[in-house]
């Protein structure tokens, strides 16, 4: 996937919380640490998700997750999360991640594709159902 040039970077540390027993950090995490990711990246980029998609009845229901685990992750390690918005359509938004150790090396790296539904749970195309959203969308992010 190509990404649009719309990123953003954002640092945390691995809380003991986020370990298992063998003291790395829980797979599922990752996952967890994406969604924290692309929300920062929606509202870096004006487009805090509370305000912009859920105070219109507007979900971003996740359709697939993807995660390759490359380096292990220990309790209060620093990491750099890289997170790219790698496709935006009519339909769908899908956004790519890094994980970086603070040494640089490639700790994981993912995606996760979104559709916007309504409501009632139904998928939606954007672009009909709020023009004006995807307007402010596509200019700003040049599509």
């Known amino acids: 996937m190509t990404s649009l040039q719309v990123s953003c970077e954002n640092e945390m540390i691995v809380h003991w919380g986020d370990c298992d027993a063998a003291g790395i950090s829980y797979y599922a995490k990752n996952f967890e640490w994406f969604t924290n990711s692309y929300m920062h990246l929606l509202a870096f980029h004006g487009f805090p998700y509370m305000e912009t998609f859920h105070a219109r009845g507007i979900s971003l229901v996740c359709l697939k997750a993807d995660c390759q685990y490359k380096k292990m992750l220990r309790p209060l390690e620093r990491i750099s999360i890289r997170t ?29 594709s979104h559709a916007y539904a309504n409501q009632k749970g139904l998928p939606m195309n954007l672009k009909k159902s709020h023009p004006e959203l995807w307007e402010l969308m596509v200019d700003k992010w040049q599509v």
């Open 84 to 112: 790219s918005l790698a496709s935006l359509t009519r339909t769908r938004l899908t956004f790519e991640y890094q994980l970086i150790k603070q040494d640089g090396e490639l700790a994981a790296y993912g995606m996760t």
